[in-house]
């Protein structure tokens, strides 16, 4: 006896419409691209400061990818454990779950470009802050930038967008670690089985330390930690008001 159904059949609707939502979203990125219009500048989340900010890039920024590849991994890890918590809790509770990891992630991300924004110009003189905010979007979008190191860091931190699912995923994987602690996942590299609660404490642990050793790489690991950080607060936030929440 054969089964039938559809590939996505055994997905619940959130997840597969945000895995939709994903994918049609870089290919437009691309299709736009070729019309010299740049997707990822738009939709992408800019620091607040920046001239190129707007508040509902809070949102789009976790519907871009900066490649196949990007979106691949955050899908196949949204397909992988998503699916398992939306069964549990629910279309609206993970919905809820998702978005709220997700702006979390963005909230500590954009607070650790502050806290870098204030280290930046706190060496700048008014003048050369006013030519970094006055000139600095039309010479990154040409694809260059300050030669004055400085300079070139303030323009990094105003006009290189963050984009991506990911501060919602590691969410996402937060919540699989608590409510099924003990369920045994085969890591690739080393093929080893682990425990899905040290899994989540070892990976987070990385985040933490990469954030710190590598401030301003073209990862962003305090929005992960964000994403983590809030589904747990949202997370024992259930358990405490609501009865038999897990």
Do not use: C
Not at 109 to 130: A, L, R
Not at 160 to 174: D, E, K, M, Q, R
Not at 182 to 202: D, S
């Amino acid at each position: 006896m054969y089964n039938n159904r559809p590939m996505f059949g055994n997905i619940p609707p959130v997840v597969k419409n945000l895995i939709i939502i994903n994918v049609l979203m870089l290919l437009a990125t691309y299709v736009m691209s070729m019309r010299g219009i740049n997707l990822t500048s738009t939709l992408g989340l800019h620091y607040i400061a920046s001239p190129a900010f707007k508040p509902y890039q809070l949102v789009t920024h976790l519907f871009m990818h900066g490649g196949f590849t990007h979106l691949l991994f955050n899908m196949f890890a949204l397909w992988m454990f998503g699916r398992i918590l939306e069964s549990v809790w629910g279309p609206k509770r993970f919905f809820i779950y998702y978005f709220v990891t997700g702006l979390g992630a963005a909230a500590l991300h954009m607070f650790v470009n502050f806290i870098e924004y204030q280290s930046v110009i706190s060496k700048m003189n008014p003048e050369q802050i006013d030519m970094v905010m006055q000139q600095g979007r039309d010479v990154w979008l040409q694809g260059k930038n300050f030669t004055d190191p400085l300079a070139g860091n303030l323009n990094m931190l105003l006009n290189v967008p963050t984009v991506g699912a990911s501060g919602a995923v590691f969410g996402v994987l937060l919540g699989f670690g608590m409510l099924f602690p003990n369920t045994q996942l085969m890591l690739l590299f080393p093929p080893i089985p682990i425990k899905a609660k040290y899994f989540v404490i070892g990976y987070g642990l990385l985040e933490l330390y990469l954030g710190l050793a590598r401030p301003g790489s073209n990862v962003a690991h305090f929005a992960h930690l964000g994403g983590m950080l809030f589904g747990f607060l949202l997370i024992k936030y259930w358990n405490k008001n609501s009865r038999n929440f897990y």
